[in-house]
């Protein structure tokens, strides 16, 4: 069965900070992989996905991930945190194209100034 | 009206109502989705439709019926409901069933009294 792991329920940046929110996942064949954002009372918004072509994949908000397949992971990470990426982060893994979504429990992000 | 739409936003109901609510999408997609979201929860995927047809129903309680009268409409109709019902109701839409990157409504945020 796949599943993935967000390590980290909190994490606390200073603006203009290096943002990385981890992401494990678990799949017994090459998974396609998601970051979406939840911002407050707000549905989530797709920032990023792994469909197997490059391993590093680039999202808005200058946001990026890279799939590491030795290492089960697809971190998100983001050079300089905004005041404005304060919000919830998902990770969320499928395998095929009649597969479902599986989401990760999310990560909270505060971004101090 | 773009993307995903939900209404209401909000809606309090006490165990004996009942109540419906609607999602829209505008995006020419033929799949949606009902997502249950908790609090410390992982999101839980309610019902699936791909073109018009429900493909899962993720043992959710009958006192949850869903209805797609056609590919850009979804309602979940709500009857008899439970104090732990009480969550974020998202919808979501992709272009079919499966690993396509999915978009979302902003949500209902139901409280049952």
């Known amino acids: 069965a796949q599943s993935v792991t967000q390590l980290g329920s909190h994490v606390s940046v200073s603006e203009g900070a290096l943002v990385l929110l981890r992401c494990n996942y678990s799949s017994s064949v090459p998974p396609y992989l998601f970051w979406y954002v939840q911002y407050p009372n707000q549905g989530l918004q797709l920032l990023l996905k792994y469909t197997s072509a490059a391993t590093l994949v680039k999202g808005i908000n200058g946001f990026e991930a890279e799939f590491k397949k030795s290492e089960t992971s697809f971190h998100l990470t983001k050079p300089s945190a905004h005041m404005s990426d304060a919000a919830e982060y998902f990770c969320?893994?499928?395998?095929?194209?009649?597969?479902?979504?599986?989401f990760g429990t999310g990560t909270r992000l505060q971004v101090f100034p | 009206e773009t993307g995903v739409t939900q209404t209401p936003r909000h809606l309090v109901m006490g165990m004996t109502n009942k109540k419906s609510l609607k999602c829209e999408q505008h995006l020419g997609h033929n799949a949606m989705y009902w997502y249950k979201q908790s609090a410390k929860k992982p999101l839980e995927l309610m019902f699936v439709y791909n073109f018009k047809e429900q493909t899962e129903n993720n043992s959710v309680p009958s006192r949850f019926s869903p209805e797609c009268p056609n590919s850009s409409h979804l309602f979940l109709h709500l009857h008899t409901l439970q104090p732990e019902d009480s969550a974020l109701y998202l919808c979501?839409?992709?272009?079919?069933?499966?690993?396509?990157?999915?978009?979302f409504g902003p949500g209902t945020r139901l409280t049952v009294t």
């Open positions: 969320a893994v499928t395998q095929t194209f009649t597969d479902k979504l599986i």
């Open positions: 979501a839409s992709s272009q079919r069933q499966g690993a396509y990157e999915q978009y």
